[in-house]
């Protein structure tokens, strides 16, 4: 009798993968934690990392699409090379340095891995033909965002308009009394104007 009580129990007692979930594990929670700990490092570690290695000017050179056009024109730039020795890289003017914008524009990013994918700008000619589409998203995004990136390094509180050059000074004046971001005004500042630019793309 006490046999078959104890091949039923055997019987009733499930088992599996989801059985094992349900069962009481062995380990402490003291371990749990420990173990959700190494792995939330090697996890964060890893993803901060792939982030750092996608925000270099040789990442974002890598393919010839970005290499052979908008980087030749960036190299004629004060943006490379100037008195000072400060160079603004890509990263600088097109990702923003806080954590949670650049998480955004990184997403926003994965269209052109699909689009490189894809071949839209593959060509000289392809990326003349969108070139004015492309710089109007990017000014389009640059002013939503008060040309934050521009003003890691550029501020309005920071100039000293006494040393600018007239016409400078005056603008910049102007520019902070009417509420002006920098790229209203600098479109073009390191890369070619696109053909096409209409009067609305210049104000």
Not at 107 to 115: F, H, K, T, Y
Not at 171 to 199: F, R, S, V
């Amino acid at each position: 009798m006490s046999d078959r009580n104890g091949n039923d129990s055997k019987l009733e007692q499930p088992s599996g993968f989801f059985a094992r979930l349900r069962r009481p594990s062995k380990m402490s929670l003291g371990g749990l934690l420990a173990a959700g700990f190494v792995i939330g490092i090697l996890f964060w570690g890893g993803f901060n990392t792939a982030m750092e290695a996608t925000n270099t000017e040789t990442f974002c050179i890598s393919c010839h699409e970005m290499y052979d056009n908008v980087y030749t024109e960036y190299k004629e730039t004060i943006h490379y090379s100037n008195r000072t020795g400060v160079r603004a890289t890509c990263p600088d003017c097109h990702v923003p340095k806080d954590w949670t914008h650049k998480i955004i524009r990184k997403i926003q990013a994965s269209r052109e891995v699909w689009g490189k994918l894809t071949g839209t700008i593959d060509t000289r000619e392809k990326f003349e033909a969108k070139r004015l589409q492309l710089a109007r998203s990017e000014w389009k995004r640059m002013k939503a965002a008060d040309s934050r990136e521009c003003r890691n390094c550029h501020s309005f509180e920071s100039m000293n308009t006494e040393v600018q050059k007239q016409r400078a000074r005056k603008q910049h004046e102007m520019a902070l009394e009417d509420k002006m971001t920098c790229i209203d005004c600098h479109k073009g500042i390191a890369h070619h104007k696109p053909n096409g630019m209409t009067d609305a793309d210049e104000e």
